[in-house]
């Protein structure tokens, strides 16, 4: 939850981020996702992934 705290620190003063606004809060979700995709699966393969 603290980064998604910090993450809104970032992006409201300077850029004008409003997550009311549905393009603004689909980018951020979009960003966010992505970003768990992809770390997960780096972090999935450094501990064994899908191996049985």
């Known amino acids: 939850m603290i980064n998604a705290v ?5 992006l409201w003063p300077g850029a004008g981020f409003d997550p009311v606004r549905i393009p603004d809060a689909a980018a ?11 770390l997960s699966r780096y972090f999935g393969a ?6 049985p």
Request: hydrophobic share 55%; charged share 0%; net charge neutral.
């Open 6 to 10: 910090v993450a809104y620190a970032f």
């Open 28 to 38: 951020f979700g979009a960003g966010t996702l992505l970003m768990g995709l992809c």
């Open 46 to 51: 450094l501990h064994g992934g899908n191996a």
